[in-house]
């Protein structure tokens, strides 16, 4: 048997029948389903149908639709599961703590006692020197403004690619 060049994705997998899956929302670009893996009773997924791997490479309007779902979805979820609070969370990248490399959002109900934590402001970090952190936001300022950023976000935004000039 050949193998296949194509990475597996087990959201892609679970979306193609692979197993048991508890949808909970559907449209004609994305879905969301119960993580069998919940920090809560309730925690649910918002996928994006086709594959995409990370925030690097989802459409823009896509990932705006995703979050839209899950806004949407975050009231009920919080009062079904009788949470105090809601956690909406994206991991992109290993180094972001993704583990499924499919595109996704977090819809989590949280309780006071529940023991899950996304420690804000990281208990490790100290606070910078104001000069430190005024070159960090002049530098984002200037990427942001660089004419290729521009044209970059604006390709993204739209899903258009312009041809050079000649």
Known sequence: MPQSSEPVC?????MHGSAEVSMC????????????????AGHVLVVP???YEGLDDIPHDLAMHLFEVAMELAPVVKQVAGADGMNVVVNSGAAGGQDVFHYHVHVIPRTPDDGFDIPLPFPGSGMPDRTVLDVHAARIIAAFRDPMAVKKRVERRTGERREPRS
């Open 10 to 14: 087990s959201f892609c997998d679970l």
């Open 25 to 40: 929302y559907e449209d004609a670009d994305v879905v969301a389903f119960m993580d069998v893996q919940p920090v809560n």
């Open 49 to 51: 149908r086709k594959h």
